[in-house]
């Protein structure tokens, strides 16, 4: 057995405890009936776009190993909405999760286990014991080592057990849409009736929709629970063809229709270009494929995808160059090289910038803002230096939380839906496309609520879409909130104006007049499966239901100086990338930033004093931690072999801590921890 499984001090893995389980058929199960089967448990939030990248790099590991391998998700919720039931069992679905979860609302197994981030995984071998703390994304590689070891020591020890797992499919949401992202409004002359005269199959009713279409345009909706996209009459109800075979999956090819061979994978936000760009690049759409990490583009005039940016891989698994220097900036400017050569992360909206002559992207698995040049084929990174937060500024400095939502303005500014900071943040485009980054609402990573009043003190949760209204004022897609808001920048106030939706992932100006005189909102509401119209009330709601911050345990420190080690152990077969130096990396800030008296900033190494005030009562510790490893054993002179594979392991922590004089003067984080 190799020394990644071999323990020094053994420790049996906690009970799993927790309110209620999902895909398990409506049993409980526990680690009794687990034993000897390995175990993983991925501790996880579906707000959290780290957690659902580990969710896609596991599923070819859960197929491999499927009679030996069991995976648990511990759902540990982050915002107030995550803690709903009904939302959890929405997004199990959502996601195709096909393993087992438990539900753990009041963090009871996530405190068991010492869970720090989301998202943590934790192996527990088939006699019960834990033997790894892995933190973050990136894993996957290190796992396809471990797991063998394991089944090769259990199995000689006869330990292993062979055989099914736990796993219950629940029944499947069946309608037009399953879990839609975002919708685009195709005018007059557009769509894809216009080229070629389809509907929904030769009716009556599909021609005379067709005909409305030709007059009136039509809406592209991205079907991600389907994996396709559909273009529907402005009834939001009659099919006019779809895009994509509705597989999950990735291929390029003809899109339209029953014969689609083209596949997506989860596709979120889509964009028509000008008129005349499209004409030179020849497609109409650009497409975010989420999954996929790629740009996909569709032309419908022959319904064909195609492939614009991306490489397929995950640009957070890539060693480089997502690094900051020691005064926290990043890199901003053109990505060399072809395009379809770029590693792209969950990109999730788009939107046309007409100051930056360019589609600009909402890159939600870096926390960053890039762009896309349709006719060179040039990919650039904006905005954000790869840190996850909220931080204002110089575009190399600034930082995002999961950038969910664009919208340009008449003035040519983007203004971005910033999840997970639950923010609204806009770039502030000069004429010479020299950007500056700004926050409109949002305080931070952990603070969210429903409160209305002036922007500073008001409060959203998790949202994922925004438009600009014809005032010039702000539409928000409040998701979590269930609500649509508005952010009036002339005042610096913020209203409430419709409640009682389903996870709306998207929010558009409709000026049709489809269904009335008055420009109507048009909602995606995600959880509902349906696209609706909302009007825009005369008079605006207030409402105050509070600010909430994310409650995790605080760990008790002393004040004055406290010693921090992040635990990183390269995987079998892995070797620490040092090549150009250390490759590993600190970055550690706090809230307050009175915490923290010294020890803060950028720097090369996993260890590092800190020096905490005694005038603070609490706070955050706000850490990042990189490390770089490569494939390959060593040639003989112990380098790393050319042209081997590495990865980047990341993650981002923020821990709540407690000043006492008792506390711990020592902090340990795993972000790979080997027992």
Known sequence: MSETVRTHARVRASELVGRNWLNTGGKSLDLEALRGKIVLLDF??????????????????????????????????????????????????????????????????????????????????????????LSGEGH?????????????????????????????????????????GKALFLPPGRGSTASEGTSDGGTASGAAAAGSAASKGSWLVTDTGHHRLVELATDFHTVLGTFGSGSRGYSDGPAAGDTAAARFNEPQGLVLLPEDVAAKAGYDVVIADSVNHRLRGLSLADGKASTLAGSGVQRLLEAGPARVDEDAAGFTGALGGHPLDVALSSPWDVVWS???????????????????????????????????????????????????????????????????????????????????????????????GFRDGPAAEARLQHPLGVTVLPDGSVAIADTYNGAVRRYDPASGTVSTLARGLLEPSDVIVDHTHSAGSE??????????????????????????????????PKSPVAPGPVELAVRFTAPTGQKLDDRWGDPTQLKISSTPPELLVSGGGTSVGLLRTLELSPEVAEGVLHITARAAACDGPETEDGEIPDHAACHLYQQDWGIPVVLQRDGDRELVLDLRGMD
């Open 44 to 133: 996880w939030t579906f707000c959290c776009i780290n957690c659902l990248h580990v969710l896609d790099e596991l599923r070819p590991l859960e197929e491999q190993y499927s009679d030996v391998l069991v995976t648990v998700g511990v759902h540990s919720p982050k915002f107030e909405h995550e803690a709903d039931p009904v939302a959890l069992a929405a997004a199990v679905e959502r996601y195709e999760i096909h393993h087992p979860v438990l539900d753990d609302p009041e963090l009871e197994t996530w405190k068991a286990y010492t869970a720090r981030a989301w998202p943590t995984l934790v192996v527990i071998d088939p006699e019960g014991y834990i033997v790894a703390h």
């Open 354 to 448: 007409r100051k930056l002559n360019a589609v600009v992207i909402a890159m939600a698995g870096t926390h960053q803002i890039f762009s896309f040049d349709p006719i060179t084929g040039s990919v650039a990174i904006v905005a954000g230096n790869g840190l996850e937060g909220l931080l204002d500024g110089a575009p190399h400095e600034a930082w995002f939380a999961q950038p969910s939502g664009l919208a340009e303005d008449a003035d040519g500014n983007i203004w971005v839906a910033d999840s997970e900071t639950s923010a609204l943040r806009k770039l502030v485009i000069d004429d010479d496309g020299s950007v500056t980054v700004e926050s409109a609402i949002g305080k931070g990573l952990f603070d969210f």
């Open 519 to 552: 420009p109507l909102l048009v909602v995606v509401e995600a959880n509902k499966h349906q696209v609706v119209f909302v009007p825009i009330p005369k008079e605006a709601q207030q409402v105050d239901e509070g600010a909430v911050q994310t409650h995790r």
């Open 140 to 180: 996957a590689d290190g796992l396809a080592v471990l797991i063998p070891e394991l089944i090769a020591h259990h199995e000689a020890k006869g330990t292993l057990h062979r055989g099914s797992g736990p796993y219950v499919a629940p029944e499947p949401t069946s309608g037009t849409l399953r879990f839609p």
